[in-house]
Nanobody, 122 residues
């Protein structure tokens, strides 16, 4: 089991950028696939991006492809999500999650952070 803490959320205008970070503890971080998900008010939590262990596989939701970049630094037990060209529809609570397998569904991930709010306004 790994404990995850997100940081870096905030409020930006449309077209702006934010960098989210996820720091893990209590487990061997390098073994985990790290996924980023988001949840807008009144909507289900949705997949944003994932990076498999050793960065063997990286995958993005179509809605963020070309704008978001996921990375990891296993020496720091961390993952980052660089978000550029933000749109109002990117608003939501962003969560990082860890899985010992690979998947795009929330059920594929056992360990979750508390989330960090991202608000994009015109």
């Amino acid at each position: 089991q790994v404990q995850l803490v997100e940081s870096g959320g905030g409020s930006v205008h449309t077209g702006g950028s934010l960098r989210l970070s996820c720091t893990g503890s209590g487990g061997i971080f390098s073994r985990y696939t790290i996924g980023w998900f988001r949840q807008a008010p009144g909507k289900e939590r949705e997949f944003v991006a994932l990076i498999a262990w050793a960065a063997r596989r990286i995958y993005y939701a179509d809605s963020v492809k070309g704008r978001f970049t996921i990375s990891r630094d296993d020496t720091e037990n961390s993952s980052s999500l660089q978000m550029n060209s933000l749109k109002s529809e990117d608003t939501g609570v962003y969560y990082c999650a860890a899985a010992l397998t690979y998947g795009l569904r929330t059920d594929d991930y056992r360990d979750w952070g508390q989330g960090t709010q991202v608000t994009v306004s015109a």
